[in-house]
């Protein structure tokens, strides 16, 4: 706990759990509403189109808000995820946008197996962090 401010404690463990899981279910449902993948937003210059929201939409104007609604939220995790220190957002990309397996990780950042899981621990938390930002927090209270 802090002076000034009351900071609960956070579970780093099962944060970098939650934020795992995140990447596979929330982020896949994620690609497939926006039509693209984390990849492509990465890759791809930023998105700034913003569709109005009325009261009376047919079911395909729906389907394209959600559709940049959700390429919105992308470009979100991308933020989130060059906002972190160099190591943690080499992990992040390599797991996360390039698909990479963690041997070809380890030899990326240059350490071990266990050291680079511990490395990597600490880059979903840093993610979380960062994602908690922007109003979508990931973090598991102690």
């Known amino acids: ?45 930023s998105f700034d189109g913003v569709a109005s929201h009325t009261n009376y939409l047919n079911n395909t104007e729906t389907q394209v808000l959600k559709a940049i609604d959700a390429r919105k939220e992308l470009c979100l995790i991308v933020q989130a995820i ?21 041997f070809r990780i380890e030899q990326l950042i240059g350490y071990g197996s266990s050291q680079t899981k511990v490395k990597q621990r600490t880059a979903l938390f840093e993610f979380a962090d960062h994602y908690a930002t922007y109003g ?3 973090r598991v209270k102690a």
Request: charged letters at 20%; hydrophobic letters at 40%.
């Open 1 to 45: 706990m802090g002076v000034l401010f009351q900071f609960q404690p956070i579970n780093k463990q099962a944060t970098a759990a939650n934020v795992r899981q995140f990447f596979k279910r929330d982020v896949e449902k994620l690609e497939q509403l926006a039509g693209s993948s984390l990849s492509d937003i990465y890759h791809s210059p």
């Open 136 to 138: 979508r927090d990931l």
């Open 82 to 102: 060059t906002a972190c220190t160099e190591t943690s957002r080499t992990i992040l990309i390599s797991k996360y946008i390039n698909h990479l397996p963690m």
